[in-house]
């Protein structure tokens, strides 16, 4: 396919790789930029860069990618809770300043060949182009205008951050939690200069509004910086900072906008980066995302003989990736909101369930890259020396360990299919449990968010049968995996907020989902279901 004019609106680092790849891939073509704002305006601060996106970078357009590396700052990771740390090496994940990425793309767009407009503002209806590439972010203005036709919708989540920087390079990424007289504050820092730092910040809406900063924001102007917000959480991270102060640009609190398009094409028009999607920036993913939009979108208009197929070929083939990535991050996201829950855990076994808290990483995967790390976090939750701890097979150490709950003991933490009927029933007219053993709740779970309100009514309703006499609790419900992590994450709860036992059960294949769930202090024991029992199991419920 011939493509003679090509224009993209928004100079972020979606437009502006789109644009060179394009230009590369059609030598003859005019490729415009369009970006309403100048370099000079650009905020903002660190952007990490992860090791698979950077592989991807460097298949697609090894110049660019060589410049990104040689402009970032590799570094680990440390979790630390109070006096405790656990750390993680990272690999190639590096951190590169937001000025600096823009800049090197948009010195290897120019040298490709495309045409940038700053200070430039163009609506789809004022483009004369075979294509129309839209990256003009978050905020797009021209999904905004066009809704209806791209589906749009922005779901707006509970908790709030805040984007701040500070003037020295941290010696790794930190996690850290802080608690002040209003409650918990978390940051997610790491470098990306030699004297710079990014240094996030989030918690919860009641910390937030009991720390004056639902005032403090109302009465900052959108171009300026919250700086009462700005001087407390400089006191806060004091010893995190290390005498150094929190810089702002454009620093407010903020919600997450998770975005969802159910079409990214409208014509000739294609939606791009977190125009089209956003994930949440626990998993690193808006510059990720927005990148490998463009080699995607390159590679299908590459393969296809026409636009039209150019255009549903992208979004066919991209959209299963970008769904995944979207539903790790929301996973992501609810971890990080409920956060401070967990900071009772040991750092070490705190890191594995940070490590395995979407399903992403298991337990062998993870001890592969830091085997200390989980050898540190297993001994801590089974109460035994690391030395015990096996170098290989730690999904069988785990499920193989014993535990006593109320006086009642198992040799493992594996229940059969059979012992289903036999420890648990739904409950009945009576909230009294049956008699004898049969004393666990059986619960068909069927909530997406287990922190949400109905969660709440649901994990009270639980609370109390288990003061009305029973146990606790079998989890049970479908057999994909999805819900299986859900069931996880509800039980988690379970077991922080009331004293029953919790049983999960799922699917045989996702063993490493179970025992991530054990060893990360989500549920007590788990029963795995073979294929015919998945096929009947929820009948049974």
């Known amino acids: 396919m011939r493509l003679e004019h090509i224009a993209v609106l928004g100079g972020g680092p979606a437009g502006l790789y789109a644009a060179r790849l394009l230009k590369l891939a059609h030598p003859d073509a005019t490729v415009q930029i369009f970006e309403q704002s100048t370099p000079e305006k650009t905020f903002g601060f660190g952007v990490a860069v992860a090791g698979r996106t950077q592989r991807n970078l460097e298949e697609a357009d090894p110049a660019t990618q060589a410049d990104i590396v040689a ?8 979790m630390i809770v109070g006096e405790q740390v656990a750390r993680v090496h990272n690999g190639p994940l590096i951190g590169i300043a937001r000025t600096e990425l ?11 060949g495309v045409e940038l407009h700053y200070g430039k503002r163009r609506r789809l209806e004022e483009i004369d182009a075979q294509l129309i590439v839209v990256a003009d972010g978050v905020s797009s203005q021209t999904r905004t205008e066009h809704a209806r036709d791209f589906g749009a919708e922005v779901e707006v989540s509970g908790g709030l951050y805040l984007w701040a920087g500070t003037d020295f ?34 918690t919860d809406e009641a910390t937030w509004r009991g720390a004056g900063f639902d005032v403090t924001g109302e009465a900052t102007e959108p171009d300026e910086s919250d700086t009462t917000a700005l001087a407390y959480l400089q006191d806060a991270f004091a010893e995190h900072l290390d005498g150094h102060h929190l810089i702002g640009n454009r620093t407010r609190w903020s919600r997450f906008r998770t975005v969802h398009c159910r079409r990214w094409t409208r014509g000739n028009a294609v939606l791009l980066g977190d125009a089209a999607h956003t994930a949440h920036y626990s998993v690193g993913s808006g510059t990720k995302l927005a990148m490998e939009d463009a080699i995607a979108l390159r590679d299908a208009i590459g393969k296809s003989e026409d636009l039209a197929t150019a ?7 991209r959209r299963p990736q970008v769904a995944r990535l979207q539903e790790l991050a929301r996973r992501s996201r609810l971890w990080w909101d409920s956060f401070p829950r967990r900071t009772n855990l040991p750092v070490d076994q705190l890191m594995v369930s940070y490590m395995t808290r979407t399903g992403n990483v298991g337990l062998e995967r993870f001890a592969g890259t830091n085997p200390d790390v989980v050898r540190n976090g297993l001994a801590e939750f089974a109460g035994v020396d690391t030395s015990l701890i096996p170098d290989e097979g730690m999904v069988d150490w785990v499920l193989n360990q014993p535990l006593v709950h109320r006086g009642r003991g198992w040799n493992t933490r594996l229940l059969s299919p059979a012992d289903r009927d036999r420890l648990s029933a739904p409950v009945s007219d ?42 606790g609790f079998w989890l049970t419900g479908p057999a994909d995996r999805g819900t299986l992590l859900t069931r996880l994450d509800l039980a988690e709860r379970l077991r922080a907020e009331t004293t029953g036992l919790v049983v999960v059960d799922g699917a045989a294949e996702n063993l490493d989902d179970l025992a991530a769930g054990i060893a990360a202090a989500r549920t007590d024991l788990v029963c795995p279901l073979s294929s015919l029992t998945k096929e009947t199991h929820d009948d049974a419920a």
């Open 71 to 78: 402009a970032g700052r590799p570094h680990d990771m440390r």
């Open 102 to 112: 823009l800049a090197v793309l948009d010195r290897h767009a120019r040298d490709a």
């Open 169 to 202: 390079a941290l010696e790794s990424a930190i996690f850290a939690p802080v608690t002040t007289a209003h409650g918990t504050f978390v940051t997610h820092a790491y470098p990306y200069a030699p004297d710079r730092s990014t240094f996030l910040i989030e």
């Open 311 to 317: 255009l549903a070929t992208y979004e066919r083939e």
């Open 430 to 471: 009576s909230s009294r449990p049956p008699s004898g053993e049969c004393d666990l709740v059986r619960v068909t779970v069927e909530l997406d968010d287990p922190w949400s309100s109905e969660a709440d009514v649901l994990v009270k309703a639980l609370n109390d049968l288990v003061l009305a006499g029973w146990r």
